[in-house]
């Protein structure tokens, strides 16, 4: 009976002090690591949910997962004619010199291209560009076009002064040119017209006129 009682006693020695160390062991776990929670308690690597829906939208350049061009890039132009006020939309294959930049890169070869653009757009009044929208699934770039106005015609009068022909400006108040034609080798017609200051559109039918009487 002694032997059973020491056996027993040993026991529960030893249970008393597992669970004691059981105990202290939870408490330091719970101390040391305060917002861990029940359960096994892994890292990964993988972007959670919250993180894919971030990467969906557009980022910051050099942002973690930020969006590049690639080649199935849709790539979107609007085309704005500021004289007309019409916008013309289409989709053109993505030009090999913009894939793998993102949206910063972008940015600065259409600033690029607006500065410099090809011959062909300098033709048809290419003003400015932006980029309206970036991902790597759609970028939309906007062109604006507006031709420049020609200079409406300078219009000219001619006055006989000193028997001669002198060219005023439309005005009146300057003289363009002083001419050596003499008023007596013009028809009468003519002569008349100039007395009464004859109108002239334009410096290509000034000189014409001129050329044409000029001795």
């Known amino acids: 009976m002694k032997f059973i009682g020491k056996v027993s006693l040993f026991f529960i020695l030893g249970t008393l002090v597992f669970a004691a160390g059981a105990y ?16 096994p308690y892994f890292l990964s ?3 959670q949910e919250g993180a894919e829906r971030e990467i969906e939208g557009d980022l910051p350049a050099g942002a973690p997962y930020a969006d590049v061009i690639d080649s199935d890039t849709v790539f979107q132009i609007e085309e704005y004619d500021r004289d007309a006020d019409t916008t013309v939309e289409h989709d053109e294959d993505i030009p090999g010199k913009y894939i793998g930049m993102d949206r910063e890169s972008f940015v600065d070869a259409m600033a690029s291209y607006e500065v410099s653009p090809p011959l062909e757009e300098q033709q048809r ?3 400015s560009v932006e980029v309206l929208a970036f991902s790597a699934e759609r970028v939309r770039v906007r062109k604006s076009y507006q031709l420049p106005k020609e200079p409406e015609a300078e219009n000219f009068y001619l006055v006989a002064e000193d028997h001669h022909i002198t060219v005023y400006t439309e005005d009146m108040q300057n003289v363009y040119l002083y001419t050596n034609i003499s008023m ?15 109108l002239i559109h334009g410096e290509d039918n000034l000189y014409h006129f001129l050329e044409s009487y000029s001795s």
Do not use: C, H, M
């Open 24 to 39: 202290a062991n939870a408490t330091y776990v719970k101390w040391f690591y305060p917002n861990r929670e029940s359960g």
């Open 45 to 47: 690597d993988t972007p």
């Open 125 to 127: 009044g290419l003003i």
């Open 184 to 198: 007596e080798s013009l028809p009468a017609g003519l002569q008349e017209e100039i007395i009464e200051r004859k």
